[in-house]
């Protein structure tokens, strides 16, 4: 495939999810509001298990079912454990932009922006698999830098998902 047919293909592929997702500006929201709760989900629990206090954790099943209700708004008809992983993605990557913050404010420049690289490698992750832009199935049988059978370029599946997160989900649109 040549690159102009690859360009159509990614533009066709962006055009099909914006027709999927009606307001991807706030998906992205929501996306970062399941991050914090799953982090409000965690300390929780530790804060229960440093105190032995069991309302900590009657707190923390509070806040897991409103992460519960708001993550499907995101995974519609999860297979296998897709659900799981995209919990996991965007716990993750709130972990790294976390981490990557205390390092940059200790003005270790470099170790933060590789972790904020990561973090957005992850999210873009979340994304193409819960806008079906890859299928994980194919991903496992061709090279690890495509996206699909199809796929002739020579960046690797996170460059080009970030691409394409950062062309579909715009938290700034209004």
Request: hydrophobic content about 40%; glycine content about 6%; some cysteine.
């Amino acid at each position: 495939m040549d690159k102009e047919k690859e360009i159509k293909n990614w533009i066709q592929k962006v055009e099909e999810t914006k027709k999927e997702a009606v307001d991807l500006s706030s998906d992205e929201d929501l996306s970062l509001a399941i991050m914090n709760l799953v982090s409000i989900e965690e300390h929780f629990y530790f804060t229960g298990a440093k105190t032995g206090k069991s309302e900590y954790f009657k707190m923390l099943d509070s806040v897991r079912e409103i992460r519960k209700s708001l993550l499907k708004k995101l995974v519609k008809n999860p297979e296998g454990e897709i659900w799981c992983i995209s919990k996991h993605l965007l716990a993750a990557s709130m972990r790294l932009i976390e981490v990557g913050t205390k390092l940059q404010n200790k003005g270790d420049d470099m170790a933060a922006r590789d972790l904020f690289k990561k973090a957005f490698d992850l999210y873009s992750l979340f994304w193409g698999l819960n806008l079906k832009v890859i299928n994980p199935g194919e991903i496992q049988k061709i090279d690890d830098r495509k996206l699909d059978i199809n796929d002739k370029s020579e960046k690797g599946i996170f460059a080009k998902l970030g691409e394409l997160v950062k062309k579909v989900v715009d938290c700034c649109k209004e």
